[in-house]
């Protein structure tokens, strides 16, 4: 510390409103009353120790406590002619300063109280500590008994604390007392926004005088790195009246350099423009700085003077990092649990991922539709997603959320200066202010990314989610498709192409209204990748609805292309927004095609009860194959189908495999396929075609951009 404070005091008789009239003689102290420490100089007169505070800076430390000279004799008795000292484990004495005038003479039945503050070395414990009561005798002193300062912090629950106590008679002299306020330190976070580094503190400041005051201008606040570099901090909104006994937070912000330490880092209360020679108090910010680890439960910052945030809890409940062609995408779900037993209101929310060692930050909004308030256990989540450069990794990236709020941001024109063998500059915590209201978005959490999981680390496969199909997809939130709509995967089948030497996957899409209102059908991208790494890019069925109405479904159906070796035992299905961001990947596996039994076209189920195979001759000397059916024919759920859905494909196939004749049936119209019996012709077959040995296969099929995909459900071989 520049100015250093002595470490012995000389003890100075405390200076009072009024002088005593009469010098009383009064036994010497006992110890001990109704279980209460006490220091006696009568039966009926005895001093106590109430409301202590020890607090400690980076630098030195503060010892605050409040004397009782309880009266119950039957006369005055005055206080002018007792003294008070701090002694420590070593017996060296520290001053005890009175902090405001106050009556002196004590009367009958009163108890009079007078509050001390005594500047004491910052490593010294309450257990080191007392405080010793002494009777002036003339130019002499003689000790009357001693309080501990542990004893009455347990009684009354108080721990040490760091705190600064900033004596404002110091930087405003027209105070017409000392005006004592304390200020302890909160959460810190070191954050990249809006191309600038920057710390933010919370700020707890109490005003221990007895009359509501301000702080002055010519207060300056400065962070101090290990290098003597000083940056100059300013609040982020304005500071009002600081009632007695009313605790406030506040927020500070600095901009700092990138290459910051934050683990060596003070806050410096200084007179304005002279931190190089004075300070007033410090504080050591390096341990509040806490960076989350995924899934880590910590209490949601709340500002004392709102109650509505009590109880909340936010986690970084889930995250995943993949690298892909352009870039690393990076998402996270960040949990909010009310775990009071009331009501509490959900802020408002965003993220901004941000590269710990480089100026890299991209800001993430969850537009969901959600409750504006919890009930008691209840959860709301938020997702937030981006990309990053490919050059980064999960362990460099952390999450920091920050949530909107209304303030007043102050442009002030005072400046801090650096001490030490370097100086940095900055905006001081006061000065000529120009206030302007306007929302500003504050950090409330910064979490590590570490072990979230890239390529290389961890495939895309291994990162998805487990599923099963048929179940809602539990999607990130996104502007692309409605928090009311419900997605899910409901088939999942793959056949081989064998005329072109390559396998199709088509996945079957419900996707359910779950408003009142009619919702534009959503437009999303999708592909699989196997355990491997390799990348399946799903293509979109050509023609699809424009809506959905409320409290209906509609399929929609995707095909991917895939190599004949793929065994799609081991999938992950990715879904992203039209902005290619992912919105969720799970692990799924091609469904098997029965051999027997009802085979599943969802919404539908067919089931072939008999079927029979006859050849007849035409006039025109060529053949037909007649296929009769009897089908069962169900609808599992109650989906949209229109001209847009898929059709089955019955093909005759001989034995060497060659398509001699197909068929088209659809599942609307005049020519839909029902249940009971049914015929298909299958024309123009040569004579030499015709065998014993032909079978049939059949496809559902569904039309793309790039042609018919089709997906093998059946083979009846008569």
Do not use: C
């Amino acid at each position: 510390m520049i100015q250093q404070r002595k470490m012995k005091r000389l003890l100075s008789r405390s200076a009072l409103l009024l002088t005593a009239a009469s010098f009383l003689t009064l036994p010497l102290a006992t110890s001990a009353f109704a279980g209460k420490e006490g220091v006696f100089l009568s039966d009926s007169v005895y001093f106590t120790l109430d409301k202590v505070s020890l607090s400690v800076g980076a630098d030195d430390g503060s010892l605050r406590f409040s004397l009782g000279l309880n009266n119950h004799s039957n006369s005055i008795v005055d206080f002018n002619n007792y003294g008070v000292k701090v002694i420590d484990a070593n017996g060296i004495t520290y001053t005890a300063k009175l902090n405001e005038k106050v009556v002196a003479r004590v009367k009958a039945g009163e108890t009079g109280t007078f509050k001390f503050t005594s500047e004491i070395p910052n490593n010294l414990t309450p257990s080191d500590l007392k405080v010793d009561i002494f009777r002036w005798n003339n130019n002499s002193t003689s000790d009357i008994g001693a309080l501990s300062v542990e004893s009455a912090m347990i009684e009354t629950g108080q721990t040490l604390e760091q705190q600064a106590v900033i004596n404002l008679k110091e930087i405003d002299t027209t105070l017409a007392e000392e005006t004592l306020v304390t200020a302890k330190l909160g959460h810190s976070y070191k954050v990249y926004k809006d191309g600038v580094w920057m710390v933010y503190t919370d700020l707890t400041l109490s005003n221990e005088s007895s009359a509501s005051v301000k702080l002055p201008e010519g207060l300056e606040l400065n962070f101090q790195d290990s290098k003597g570099l000083t940056y100059g901090a300013q609040f982020v909104a304005s500071v009002g009246a600081l009632l007695p006994d009313q605790p406030v937070t506040v927020r500070l912000q600095a901009a700092v350099p990138a290459s910051l330490d934050t683990n060596k880092l003070s806050l410096l209360f200084s007179p304005k423009g002279k931190v190089k020679t004075t300070l007033l108090g410090t504080l050591n910010a390096a341990k509040t700085f806490s960076v989350s680890r995924l899934g880590d439960k910590t209490p949601y910052p709340n500002n004392e003077e709102s109650n509505a945030l009590n109880g909340l809890v936010i986690s970084t409940s889930w995250a995943s990092a993949i690298q892909q062609t352009d870039g690393l995408h990076v998402q996270a779900n960040v949990t909010l649990t009310n775990e009071s037993d009331g009501i509490v209101t959900v802020p408002s929310l965003t993220g901004e991922f941000q590269a710990s060692r480089s100026n890299v930050g991209v800001t993430s909004s969850d537009n969901a539709v959600r409750s504006a308030y919890l009930s008691p256990n209840e959860s709301t989540t938020f997702h937030f997603q981006g990309v990053v450069p490919a050059s980064l990794n999960a362990e460099a990236l952390q999450l920091v959320v920050l949530e909107k709020q209304s303030g007043t941001a102050p442009t002030t024109t005072g400046t801090g200066t650096g001490s030490g063998a370097a100086t940095g500059t900055g905006t001081g915590a006061t000065g000529n202010t120009d206030n302007t209201k306007q929302a500003v978005s504050l950090p409330v959490s910064v979490t590590s990314l570490a072990g979230a999981g890239v390529a290389g680390e961890a495939t895309t496969y291994a990162a998805a989610q487990a599923y099963k199909i048929g179940d809602p997809f539990k999607l990130a939130s996104t502007n692309s498709i409605d928090s009311n709509m419900d997605m899910s995967l409901v088939e999942l089948g793959m056949s081989v192409n064998t005329d072109f030497g390559y396998k199709t996957v088509v996945a079957k899409y419900k996707l359910t209204n779950k408003s009142t209102t009619t919702l534009a059908l959503p437009d999303f991208q999708t592909d699989l990748t196997n355990e491997e790494g390799y990348t399946y890019t799903g293509v979109r069925q050509t023609n699809v609805a424009k809506t959905i109405t409320p409290n209906t479904s509609y399929v929609l159906n995707y095909s991917y292309m895939v190599p004949d070796s793929e065994d799609a035992d081991k999938l992950a299905l990715s879904l992203y927004d039209t902005n290619r961001l992912a919105i969720g990947s799970y692990k799924t596996e091609v469904q098997p095609i029965p051999a027997t039994g009802p085979i599943s076209v969802y919404p539908f189920t067919i089931d072939f009860d008999d079927y029979s195979l006859s050849a007849t001759y035409s006039k025109d000397n060529s053949y037909s194959y007649r296929l009769r059916l009897d089908l069962d024919v169900q609808r599992q759920a109650q989906v949209i189908t229109d001209a847009n859905f898929s059709s089955l494909v019955f093909e005759v196939v001989d034995t060497e495999g060659r398509l001699l004749s197909s068929k088209p049936m659809t599942f609307t119209g005049q020519q839909r396929i029902l249940s009971g019996v049914q015929f298909l012709e299958f024309n123009n077959i040569r004579s030499e075609q015709i065998t014993s040995d032909s079978y049939f296969n059949i496809y559902e099929v569904i039309t793309t951009p790039n042609g018919e995909a089709k997906r093998l459900i059946r083979t009846i071989k008569p």
